[in-house]
């Protein structure tokens, strides 16, 4: 399980920063890829990861904190403290992830 969380850190944590590197990298980018990572992608991922984390080891109530709080450090070092709605939102977003992967969990296991 720890090289389990692990693995989710560090993807977790690229995710978060991908985008705003890729617009570091080309300016010209941040026109079309402006908000995409907050509102779609980073959304979607703090769903996925942990319905799939919770699937595997069942309902952990540490995920959604360690992957919204992976948010926080991209927070303040490309966003301002505006964007901690998001860090929020992928809290929630990643407990209710967690609640369906660990309740997949629980049927799987029950069968």
């Known amino acids: 399980m720890?090289?389990?969380?692990?693995?989710?850190?560090?993807s977790t944590f690229m995710v978060y920063n991908a985008i705003p590197i890729i617009n570091l990298?080309?300016?010209?980018?941040?026109?079309?890829?402006?908000?995409?990572?907050?509102?779609?992608?980073?959304?979607?991922?703090?769903?996925i990861v942990s319905i799939f984390f919770c699937m595997k080891y069942g309902f952990k109530i540490y995920i959604p904190f360690?992957?919204?709080?992976?948010?926080?450090?991209?927070?303040?070092i490309v966003y301002n403290d505006s964007a901690m709605i998001y860090l929020i939102g992928?809290?929630?977003?990643?407990?209710?992830?967690?609640?369906?992967?660990?309740?997949?969990n629980k049927r799987k296991n029950k069968s």
Do not use: H, Q
Request: proline fraction near 3%.
């Open 2 to 10: 720890k090289k389990s969380i692990m693995i989710i850190g560090i």
């Open 25 to 47: 990298i080309f300016p010209k980018s941040i026109r079309y890829t402006f908000l995409i990572d907050l509102w779609i992608i980073n959304n979607l991922w703090a769903l």
């Open 66 to 76: 360690f992957v919204a709080g992976l948010f926080f450090p991209t927070m303040y």
């Open 90 to 104: 992928y809290f929630i977003l990643s407990f209710f992830g967690s609640l369906i992967g660990g309740y997949i």
